[in-house]
């Protein structure tokens, strides 16, 4: 059987501005492999609606995210094939009969399998898919929950301008058995958006913007209150309140797998102490556990990498909040939203950006579309694909758009603009690592921008030393994209391997071959993109791009000369210590020894003893 | 502290008090440095092959001019004051006519809390530098290595004094039987009577077994000596002064590979770089190679080993820095035969032509034309 990738694009993935080169290698070595169609089609639904927004959708907007259709047969089954427009989402699949078929061979006719063969919703998908949300393990699930809701949080309360506290609870029911809560003094969300946020997948507006923010780490809200809903039958509970002179809302939401569609089980108004702000409640199974992939590792790092942030933190086992306390009061600058950079688009993308532009000759639609394409440069492309610049975009074949596609690798195009990023900053750094971990020496540096295939992004590394840090053990690597905390697939990461790419040892640390160094030290990474490019669609490690190696090592290299000189000027102080140990414990014997040969009174070697050490003391400070 | 109920109430030796005069006397320089609010410095010979002349009328490595001289100061605070109490310990033993090995020179240290050594091999290097500090005979200063000196049988008589009745004591070697007389560690007072021809000095145990077993020095009117592997100074001492007192001549039988001639050999005959400050009395000059020389592996077509790397390294190194090899033409020649022929043979593997083929052949051939030794 055959899939295209191409075939895969529904409705939905058409409206997708971009993709990704390596989910694309991905799929179409799956496609090629033969695989089921099911896997071909999973990478795309996957990164529906990892960016909602809770102040960003206006209603009056027609509908933003279709319900995708696939259709499919039932399971086991070989062939799955969406039709190639993409408009009409449900279809029936071609019968591929054979030349001269034996009507005695066949198993099945496509009439029956027609029969069998229905349309499956994405909330169904994931049903079945949970681990492709973060929902693998329970422990992870615990994590992803509270991940979801408290980058919606701090993504919400960033866009309105607000300082962010965050109060989140995590309170054990049963043995495997949870209850998270987490809430926000942010905007609050309008009563009509509550259902479809909380109750709805895919459904958001950052995910067609091309604009630095959180939540690459997951699906989305919604998929987390599914899980719970899966796991333990209760529902979604949100209170949101947009004023103090609105009244408070209090929804219980669940999601309608079959219809992806929210189903409100409760909705009344209720008394709250938050003038504004959201609070959501999940219940769901799951496991608490401490140490590497925890919920408290990752509260206190996004506590490092949010200093503006303040959270209040209960946990189970303990009594009362644990407090981070907000490090600063100046709050990121906010992203700008461009346009895409021809180096970073694909075929499929440019194809669909073509059809779609509202520009009605080929060199306009450049110009519009993408950023820093000048009329010069867009003169160039269209004669380096042979085509006319004033044709009409809409009406360009298939067999053209990829020449047009060669065409733009094939032109000087100036690098896109670098000032939509929002790096966390030298400074802000410095706070976040100086009230979370004790340490005793703190450098961070920002790199200048710098751009991968089209997409501008930017390297900060911070870098915690001594202290009461563990010395023998490995260096806590923290890794950021966007100031969400990477806690999973360490190994793959391009930071790892451009930390393990650095000889550490340079900068007076000890490193066993092809392993981080060693020492009382924490290391922090972040990377602020448009669009952070993952290895695979779990979200949990950078790609390895030669554009982003470079950049990261930089910045290692940069900060561990500055720790070279910190370690060396610490060693040069304690050698001064052990040298002045030394006096005091070796003098005497000369004294000793002296006295022994000479026979010398008890006064003279006192004498001896302390001229020495004076002639010792002053040649020491006088060098 | 060493005891001192051990304290003779036998006059010191000149010697002896030449010894500690030298002691106090550097002991006073660095009071005085002190006092006078300056740094006190003690200067050492630099101890290794590179600061060593080779003089062939003297017929020993003689110590070249280089000295490394030790400021106290706040790096070597620590040595100095191990030095300092290593040379308090040895005015001790003389003073009281004392020694002590140099495992139990450790153990003493061991009562200067701070300034104690962790390791033997610490307080070796102090003792060394102590040694060479004063340029005498470590047992002069009362240390004794802890080696054996190395086995005699033959034609000789030792005349030696009981210690405390001071009775002369002649002990003859002959009449050890398949046993053998052992050398002292010191060997100054010791005087001979001889009428051998030769002293013929062996590697191995295992070759110095066999001779004595048949007799050998009944057949040769010789002395028989073994060496154990690289000659202890005693050894080469006892060697020496045997040779001197009766004028005979020395002949050598070792391995023939570049351990067996640069090592053992060339240490017996000139000494060695270590020492290099007390060659004169541990060298024996008059010493010639009888075997196994690389022009007998192929005469006697004797069985092989290839040469090791580190053999082959040894060997070059010594033809580039060996000052005793690069003087003597006939030894660069040899060396860089065996290098050529790629091989090392044992003394043992004469053993290929018959167990006693070397006694019955080899040493008696060889003897027949002591001018055709190497140097």
């Known amino acids: ?623 | 502290m060493p005891e001192k109920q051990m304290l003779s109430s036998r006059p010191l030796s000149t010697a002896s008090k030449e010894v500690l005069k030298a002691i106090k006397h550097s002991a006073l320089d660095i009071e005085k440095k002190i006092l006078a609010r300056k740094k006190p410095t003690m200067k050492f010979p630099v101890r290794s092959l590179s600061n060593v002349r080779y003089h062939p009328d003297k017929g020993f490595f003689e110590i070249a001019g280089q000295k490394k001289e030790r400021t106290l100061t706040v790096n070597t605070v620590k040595t100095f004051a191990q030095t300092l109490r290593m040379i308090a310990l040895s005015k001790d033993l003389v003073e009281s006519d004392d020694i002590a090995t140099k495992r139990e020179a450790y153990y003493v240290s061991k009562n200067w809390e701070d300034a104690r050594f962790s390791e033997q091999p610490e307080s070796d290097t102090v003792m060394d530098d102590v040694e060479a500090y004063f340029s005498v005979n470590r047992e002069q200063l009362g240390f004794v290595p802890e080696e054996k000196g190395g086995d005699v049988a033959g034609r000789l008589i030792v005349i030696d004094r009981d210690r405390d009745t001071g009775k002369v004591l002649r002990i003859d070697c002959t009449r050890f039987g398949t046993g053998a007389y052992s050398i002292p560690i010191t060997v100054e007072h010791l005087q001979f009577e001889t009428r051998a021809d030769f002293i013929l000095v062996i590697e191995t145990a295992g070759m110095f077994q066999r001779l004595v077993k048949h007799n050998y020095w009944k057949k040769a009117n010789c002395i028989l000596i073994s060496m154990g592997g690289v000659p202890t100074r005693a050894c080469r001492r006892f060697i020496r002064r045997l040779a001197d007192y009766q004028k005979i001549p020395v002949y050598v039988f070792v391995d023939g590979d570049p351990y067996g001639i640069t090592n053992i050999y060339r240490t017996l005959k000139v000494g060695s770089g270590n020492a290099a400050h007390l060659n004169e009395f541990f060298c024996v000059p008059q010493a010639t190679f009888l075997g196994i020389t690389p022009q007998d592996i192929v005469d006697y077509k004797l069985p092989t080993h290839p040469l090791k790397d580190v053999d082959v390294k040894r060997a070059r190194d010594a033809i580039k820095n060996d000052p005793f090899i690069r003087h003597h033409t006939p030894w660069v020649a040899a060396m860089e035969q065996l290098l050529r022929l790629g091989v090392r043979a044992e003394q043992q593997a004469l053993a290929k032509h018959g167990l006693n083929y070397v006694i019955d052949h080899y040493l008696p051939e060889k003897l027949r034309h002591p001018e055709r030794f190497l140097p």
């Open chain 1, 1 to 623: 059987m055959i899939v295209r990738p191409s075939l895969v694009s529904c409705s939905l993935l058409l409206r997708e501005r971009r993709d990704r080169s390596i989910r694309g290698k991905a799929q179409a070595k799956r496609a090629a492999a033969g695989s089921r169609a099911k896997t071909a089609r999973r990478p795309r639904i996957d990164r529906g609606p990892r960016q909602l927004s809770f102040t960003e959708l206006p209603e009056a907007k027609p509908e933003p995210a279709p319900q995708v259709k696939i259709v499919a047969k039932s399971a086991g089954s070989a062939a799955v094939r969406p039709i190639e427009s993409g408009q009409q989402a449900k279809v029936e699949a071609p019968a591929a009969a054979p030349a001269s078929p034996r009507s005695s061979d066949r198993r099945e006719t496509a009439e029956s399998m027609a029969a069998r063969q229905r349309e499956i919703s994405v909330s169904e998908f994931f049903t079945k898919n949970r681990h492709l949300l973060g929902f693998d393990n329970p422990q992870k699930a615990l994590l992803t929950a509270i991940k979801e809701a408290v980058d919606n949080s701090l993504d919400a309360c960033e866009e309105a301008g607000i300082l962010p506290t965050l109060n989140i609870d995590i309170q054990q029911l049963a043995e495997d058995r949870f209850r998270v809560a987490v809430v926000d003094n942010g905007p609050g969300i309008v009563r009509a958006q509550v259902p479809k946020i909380f109750g709805k997948l895919l459904y958001g507006s950052k995910f067609h913007t091309l604009k630095q923010a959180r939540g690459q780490q997951g699906i989305g809200i919604s998929a987390a209150g599914m899980y719970g809903l899966l796991t333990t039958g209760k529902s979604v509970v949100v209170i949101s309140r947009t004023a103090p002179v609105k009244p408070a809302h209090y929804y219980e939401i669940q999601i309608d797998t079959r219809k992806n569609a929210p189903q409100i089980i409760t909705d009344s108004v209720i008394e709250w102490d938050q003038p504004h702000g959201t609070r959501v409640e999940i219940e769901l199974v799951g496991t608490y556990k401490k140490g590497r992939h925890s919920v408290d590792d990752y509260i206190r790092q996004t506590a490092i990498a949010n200093p503006h942030c303040e959270i209040f933190y209960s946990f189970p086992g303990v009594d009362g909040a644990q407090h981070f306390p907000r490090a600063s009061e100046k709050l990121p600058p906010e992203p700008r939203e461009i346009k895409p950079h021809p180096y970073g688009v694909e075929l499929g993308a440019l194809i669909k950006m073509l059809k779609e532009t509202k520009v009605r000759n080929l060199v306009g639609a450049l110009r519009r579309d993408f950023s820093r394409v000048s009329p010069r440069v867009a003169f160039e492309i269209c004669q380096a694909a042979e085509l006319r610049p004033l044709s009409n975009p809409h009406s360009i074949a298939i067999t053209e758009a990829e020449r047009l596609y060669r065409a733009i690798n094939s032109v000087k195009i100036m690098s896109p603009p670098t000032n939509c990023l929002s790096p966390i900053g030298e400074e802000q750094i410095l706070a976040g690592m100086q009230k979370e971990i004790p340490a005793s020496f703190f450098t961070a540096i920002t790199r200048s921008p710098a751009v991968y295939r089209g997409n501008p992004f930017q390297i900060e590394v911070g870098m915690a030393y001594g202290g009461s840090l563990p010395a023998d053990d490995l260096v806590d690597l923290l890794r950021f994209a966007n100031r969400v905390p990477l806690q999973y697939q360490q190994s793959g990461c391009a930071i790892t391997k451009a930390a393990l790419s650095i000889d550490w040892r340079s900068y007076g640390l000890s490193q066993a071959k092809g392993a981080l160094p060693a020492g009382p030290m924490a290391l922090f990474v972040h990377i602020a993109s448009v669009w952070v490019p993952f290895t695979s669609e779990s979200k949990e490690a950078i790609a390895a791009y030669p554009e982003i190696m470079r950049e990261l090592r930089l910045a290692l290299q940069d900060c561990g000369r500055r720790l070279a000189v910190h370690i060396r000027a610490h060693r040069r102080e304690a050698e001064e210590q052990k040298k002045k140990s030394y006096i005091e414990r070796y003098i005497p014997h000369i004294g000793i020894a002296l006295r022994e040969i000479l026979g010398l009174p008890q006064k003279t070697e006192e004498e001896l003893v302390t001229t020495l050490r004076e002639v010792l003391e002053r040649s020491r400070t006088t060098r």
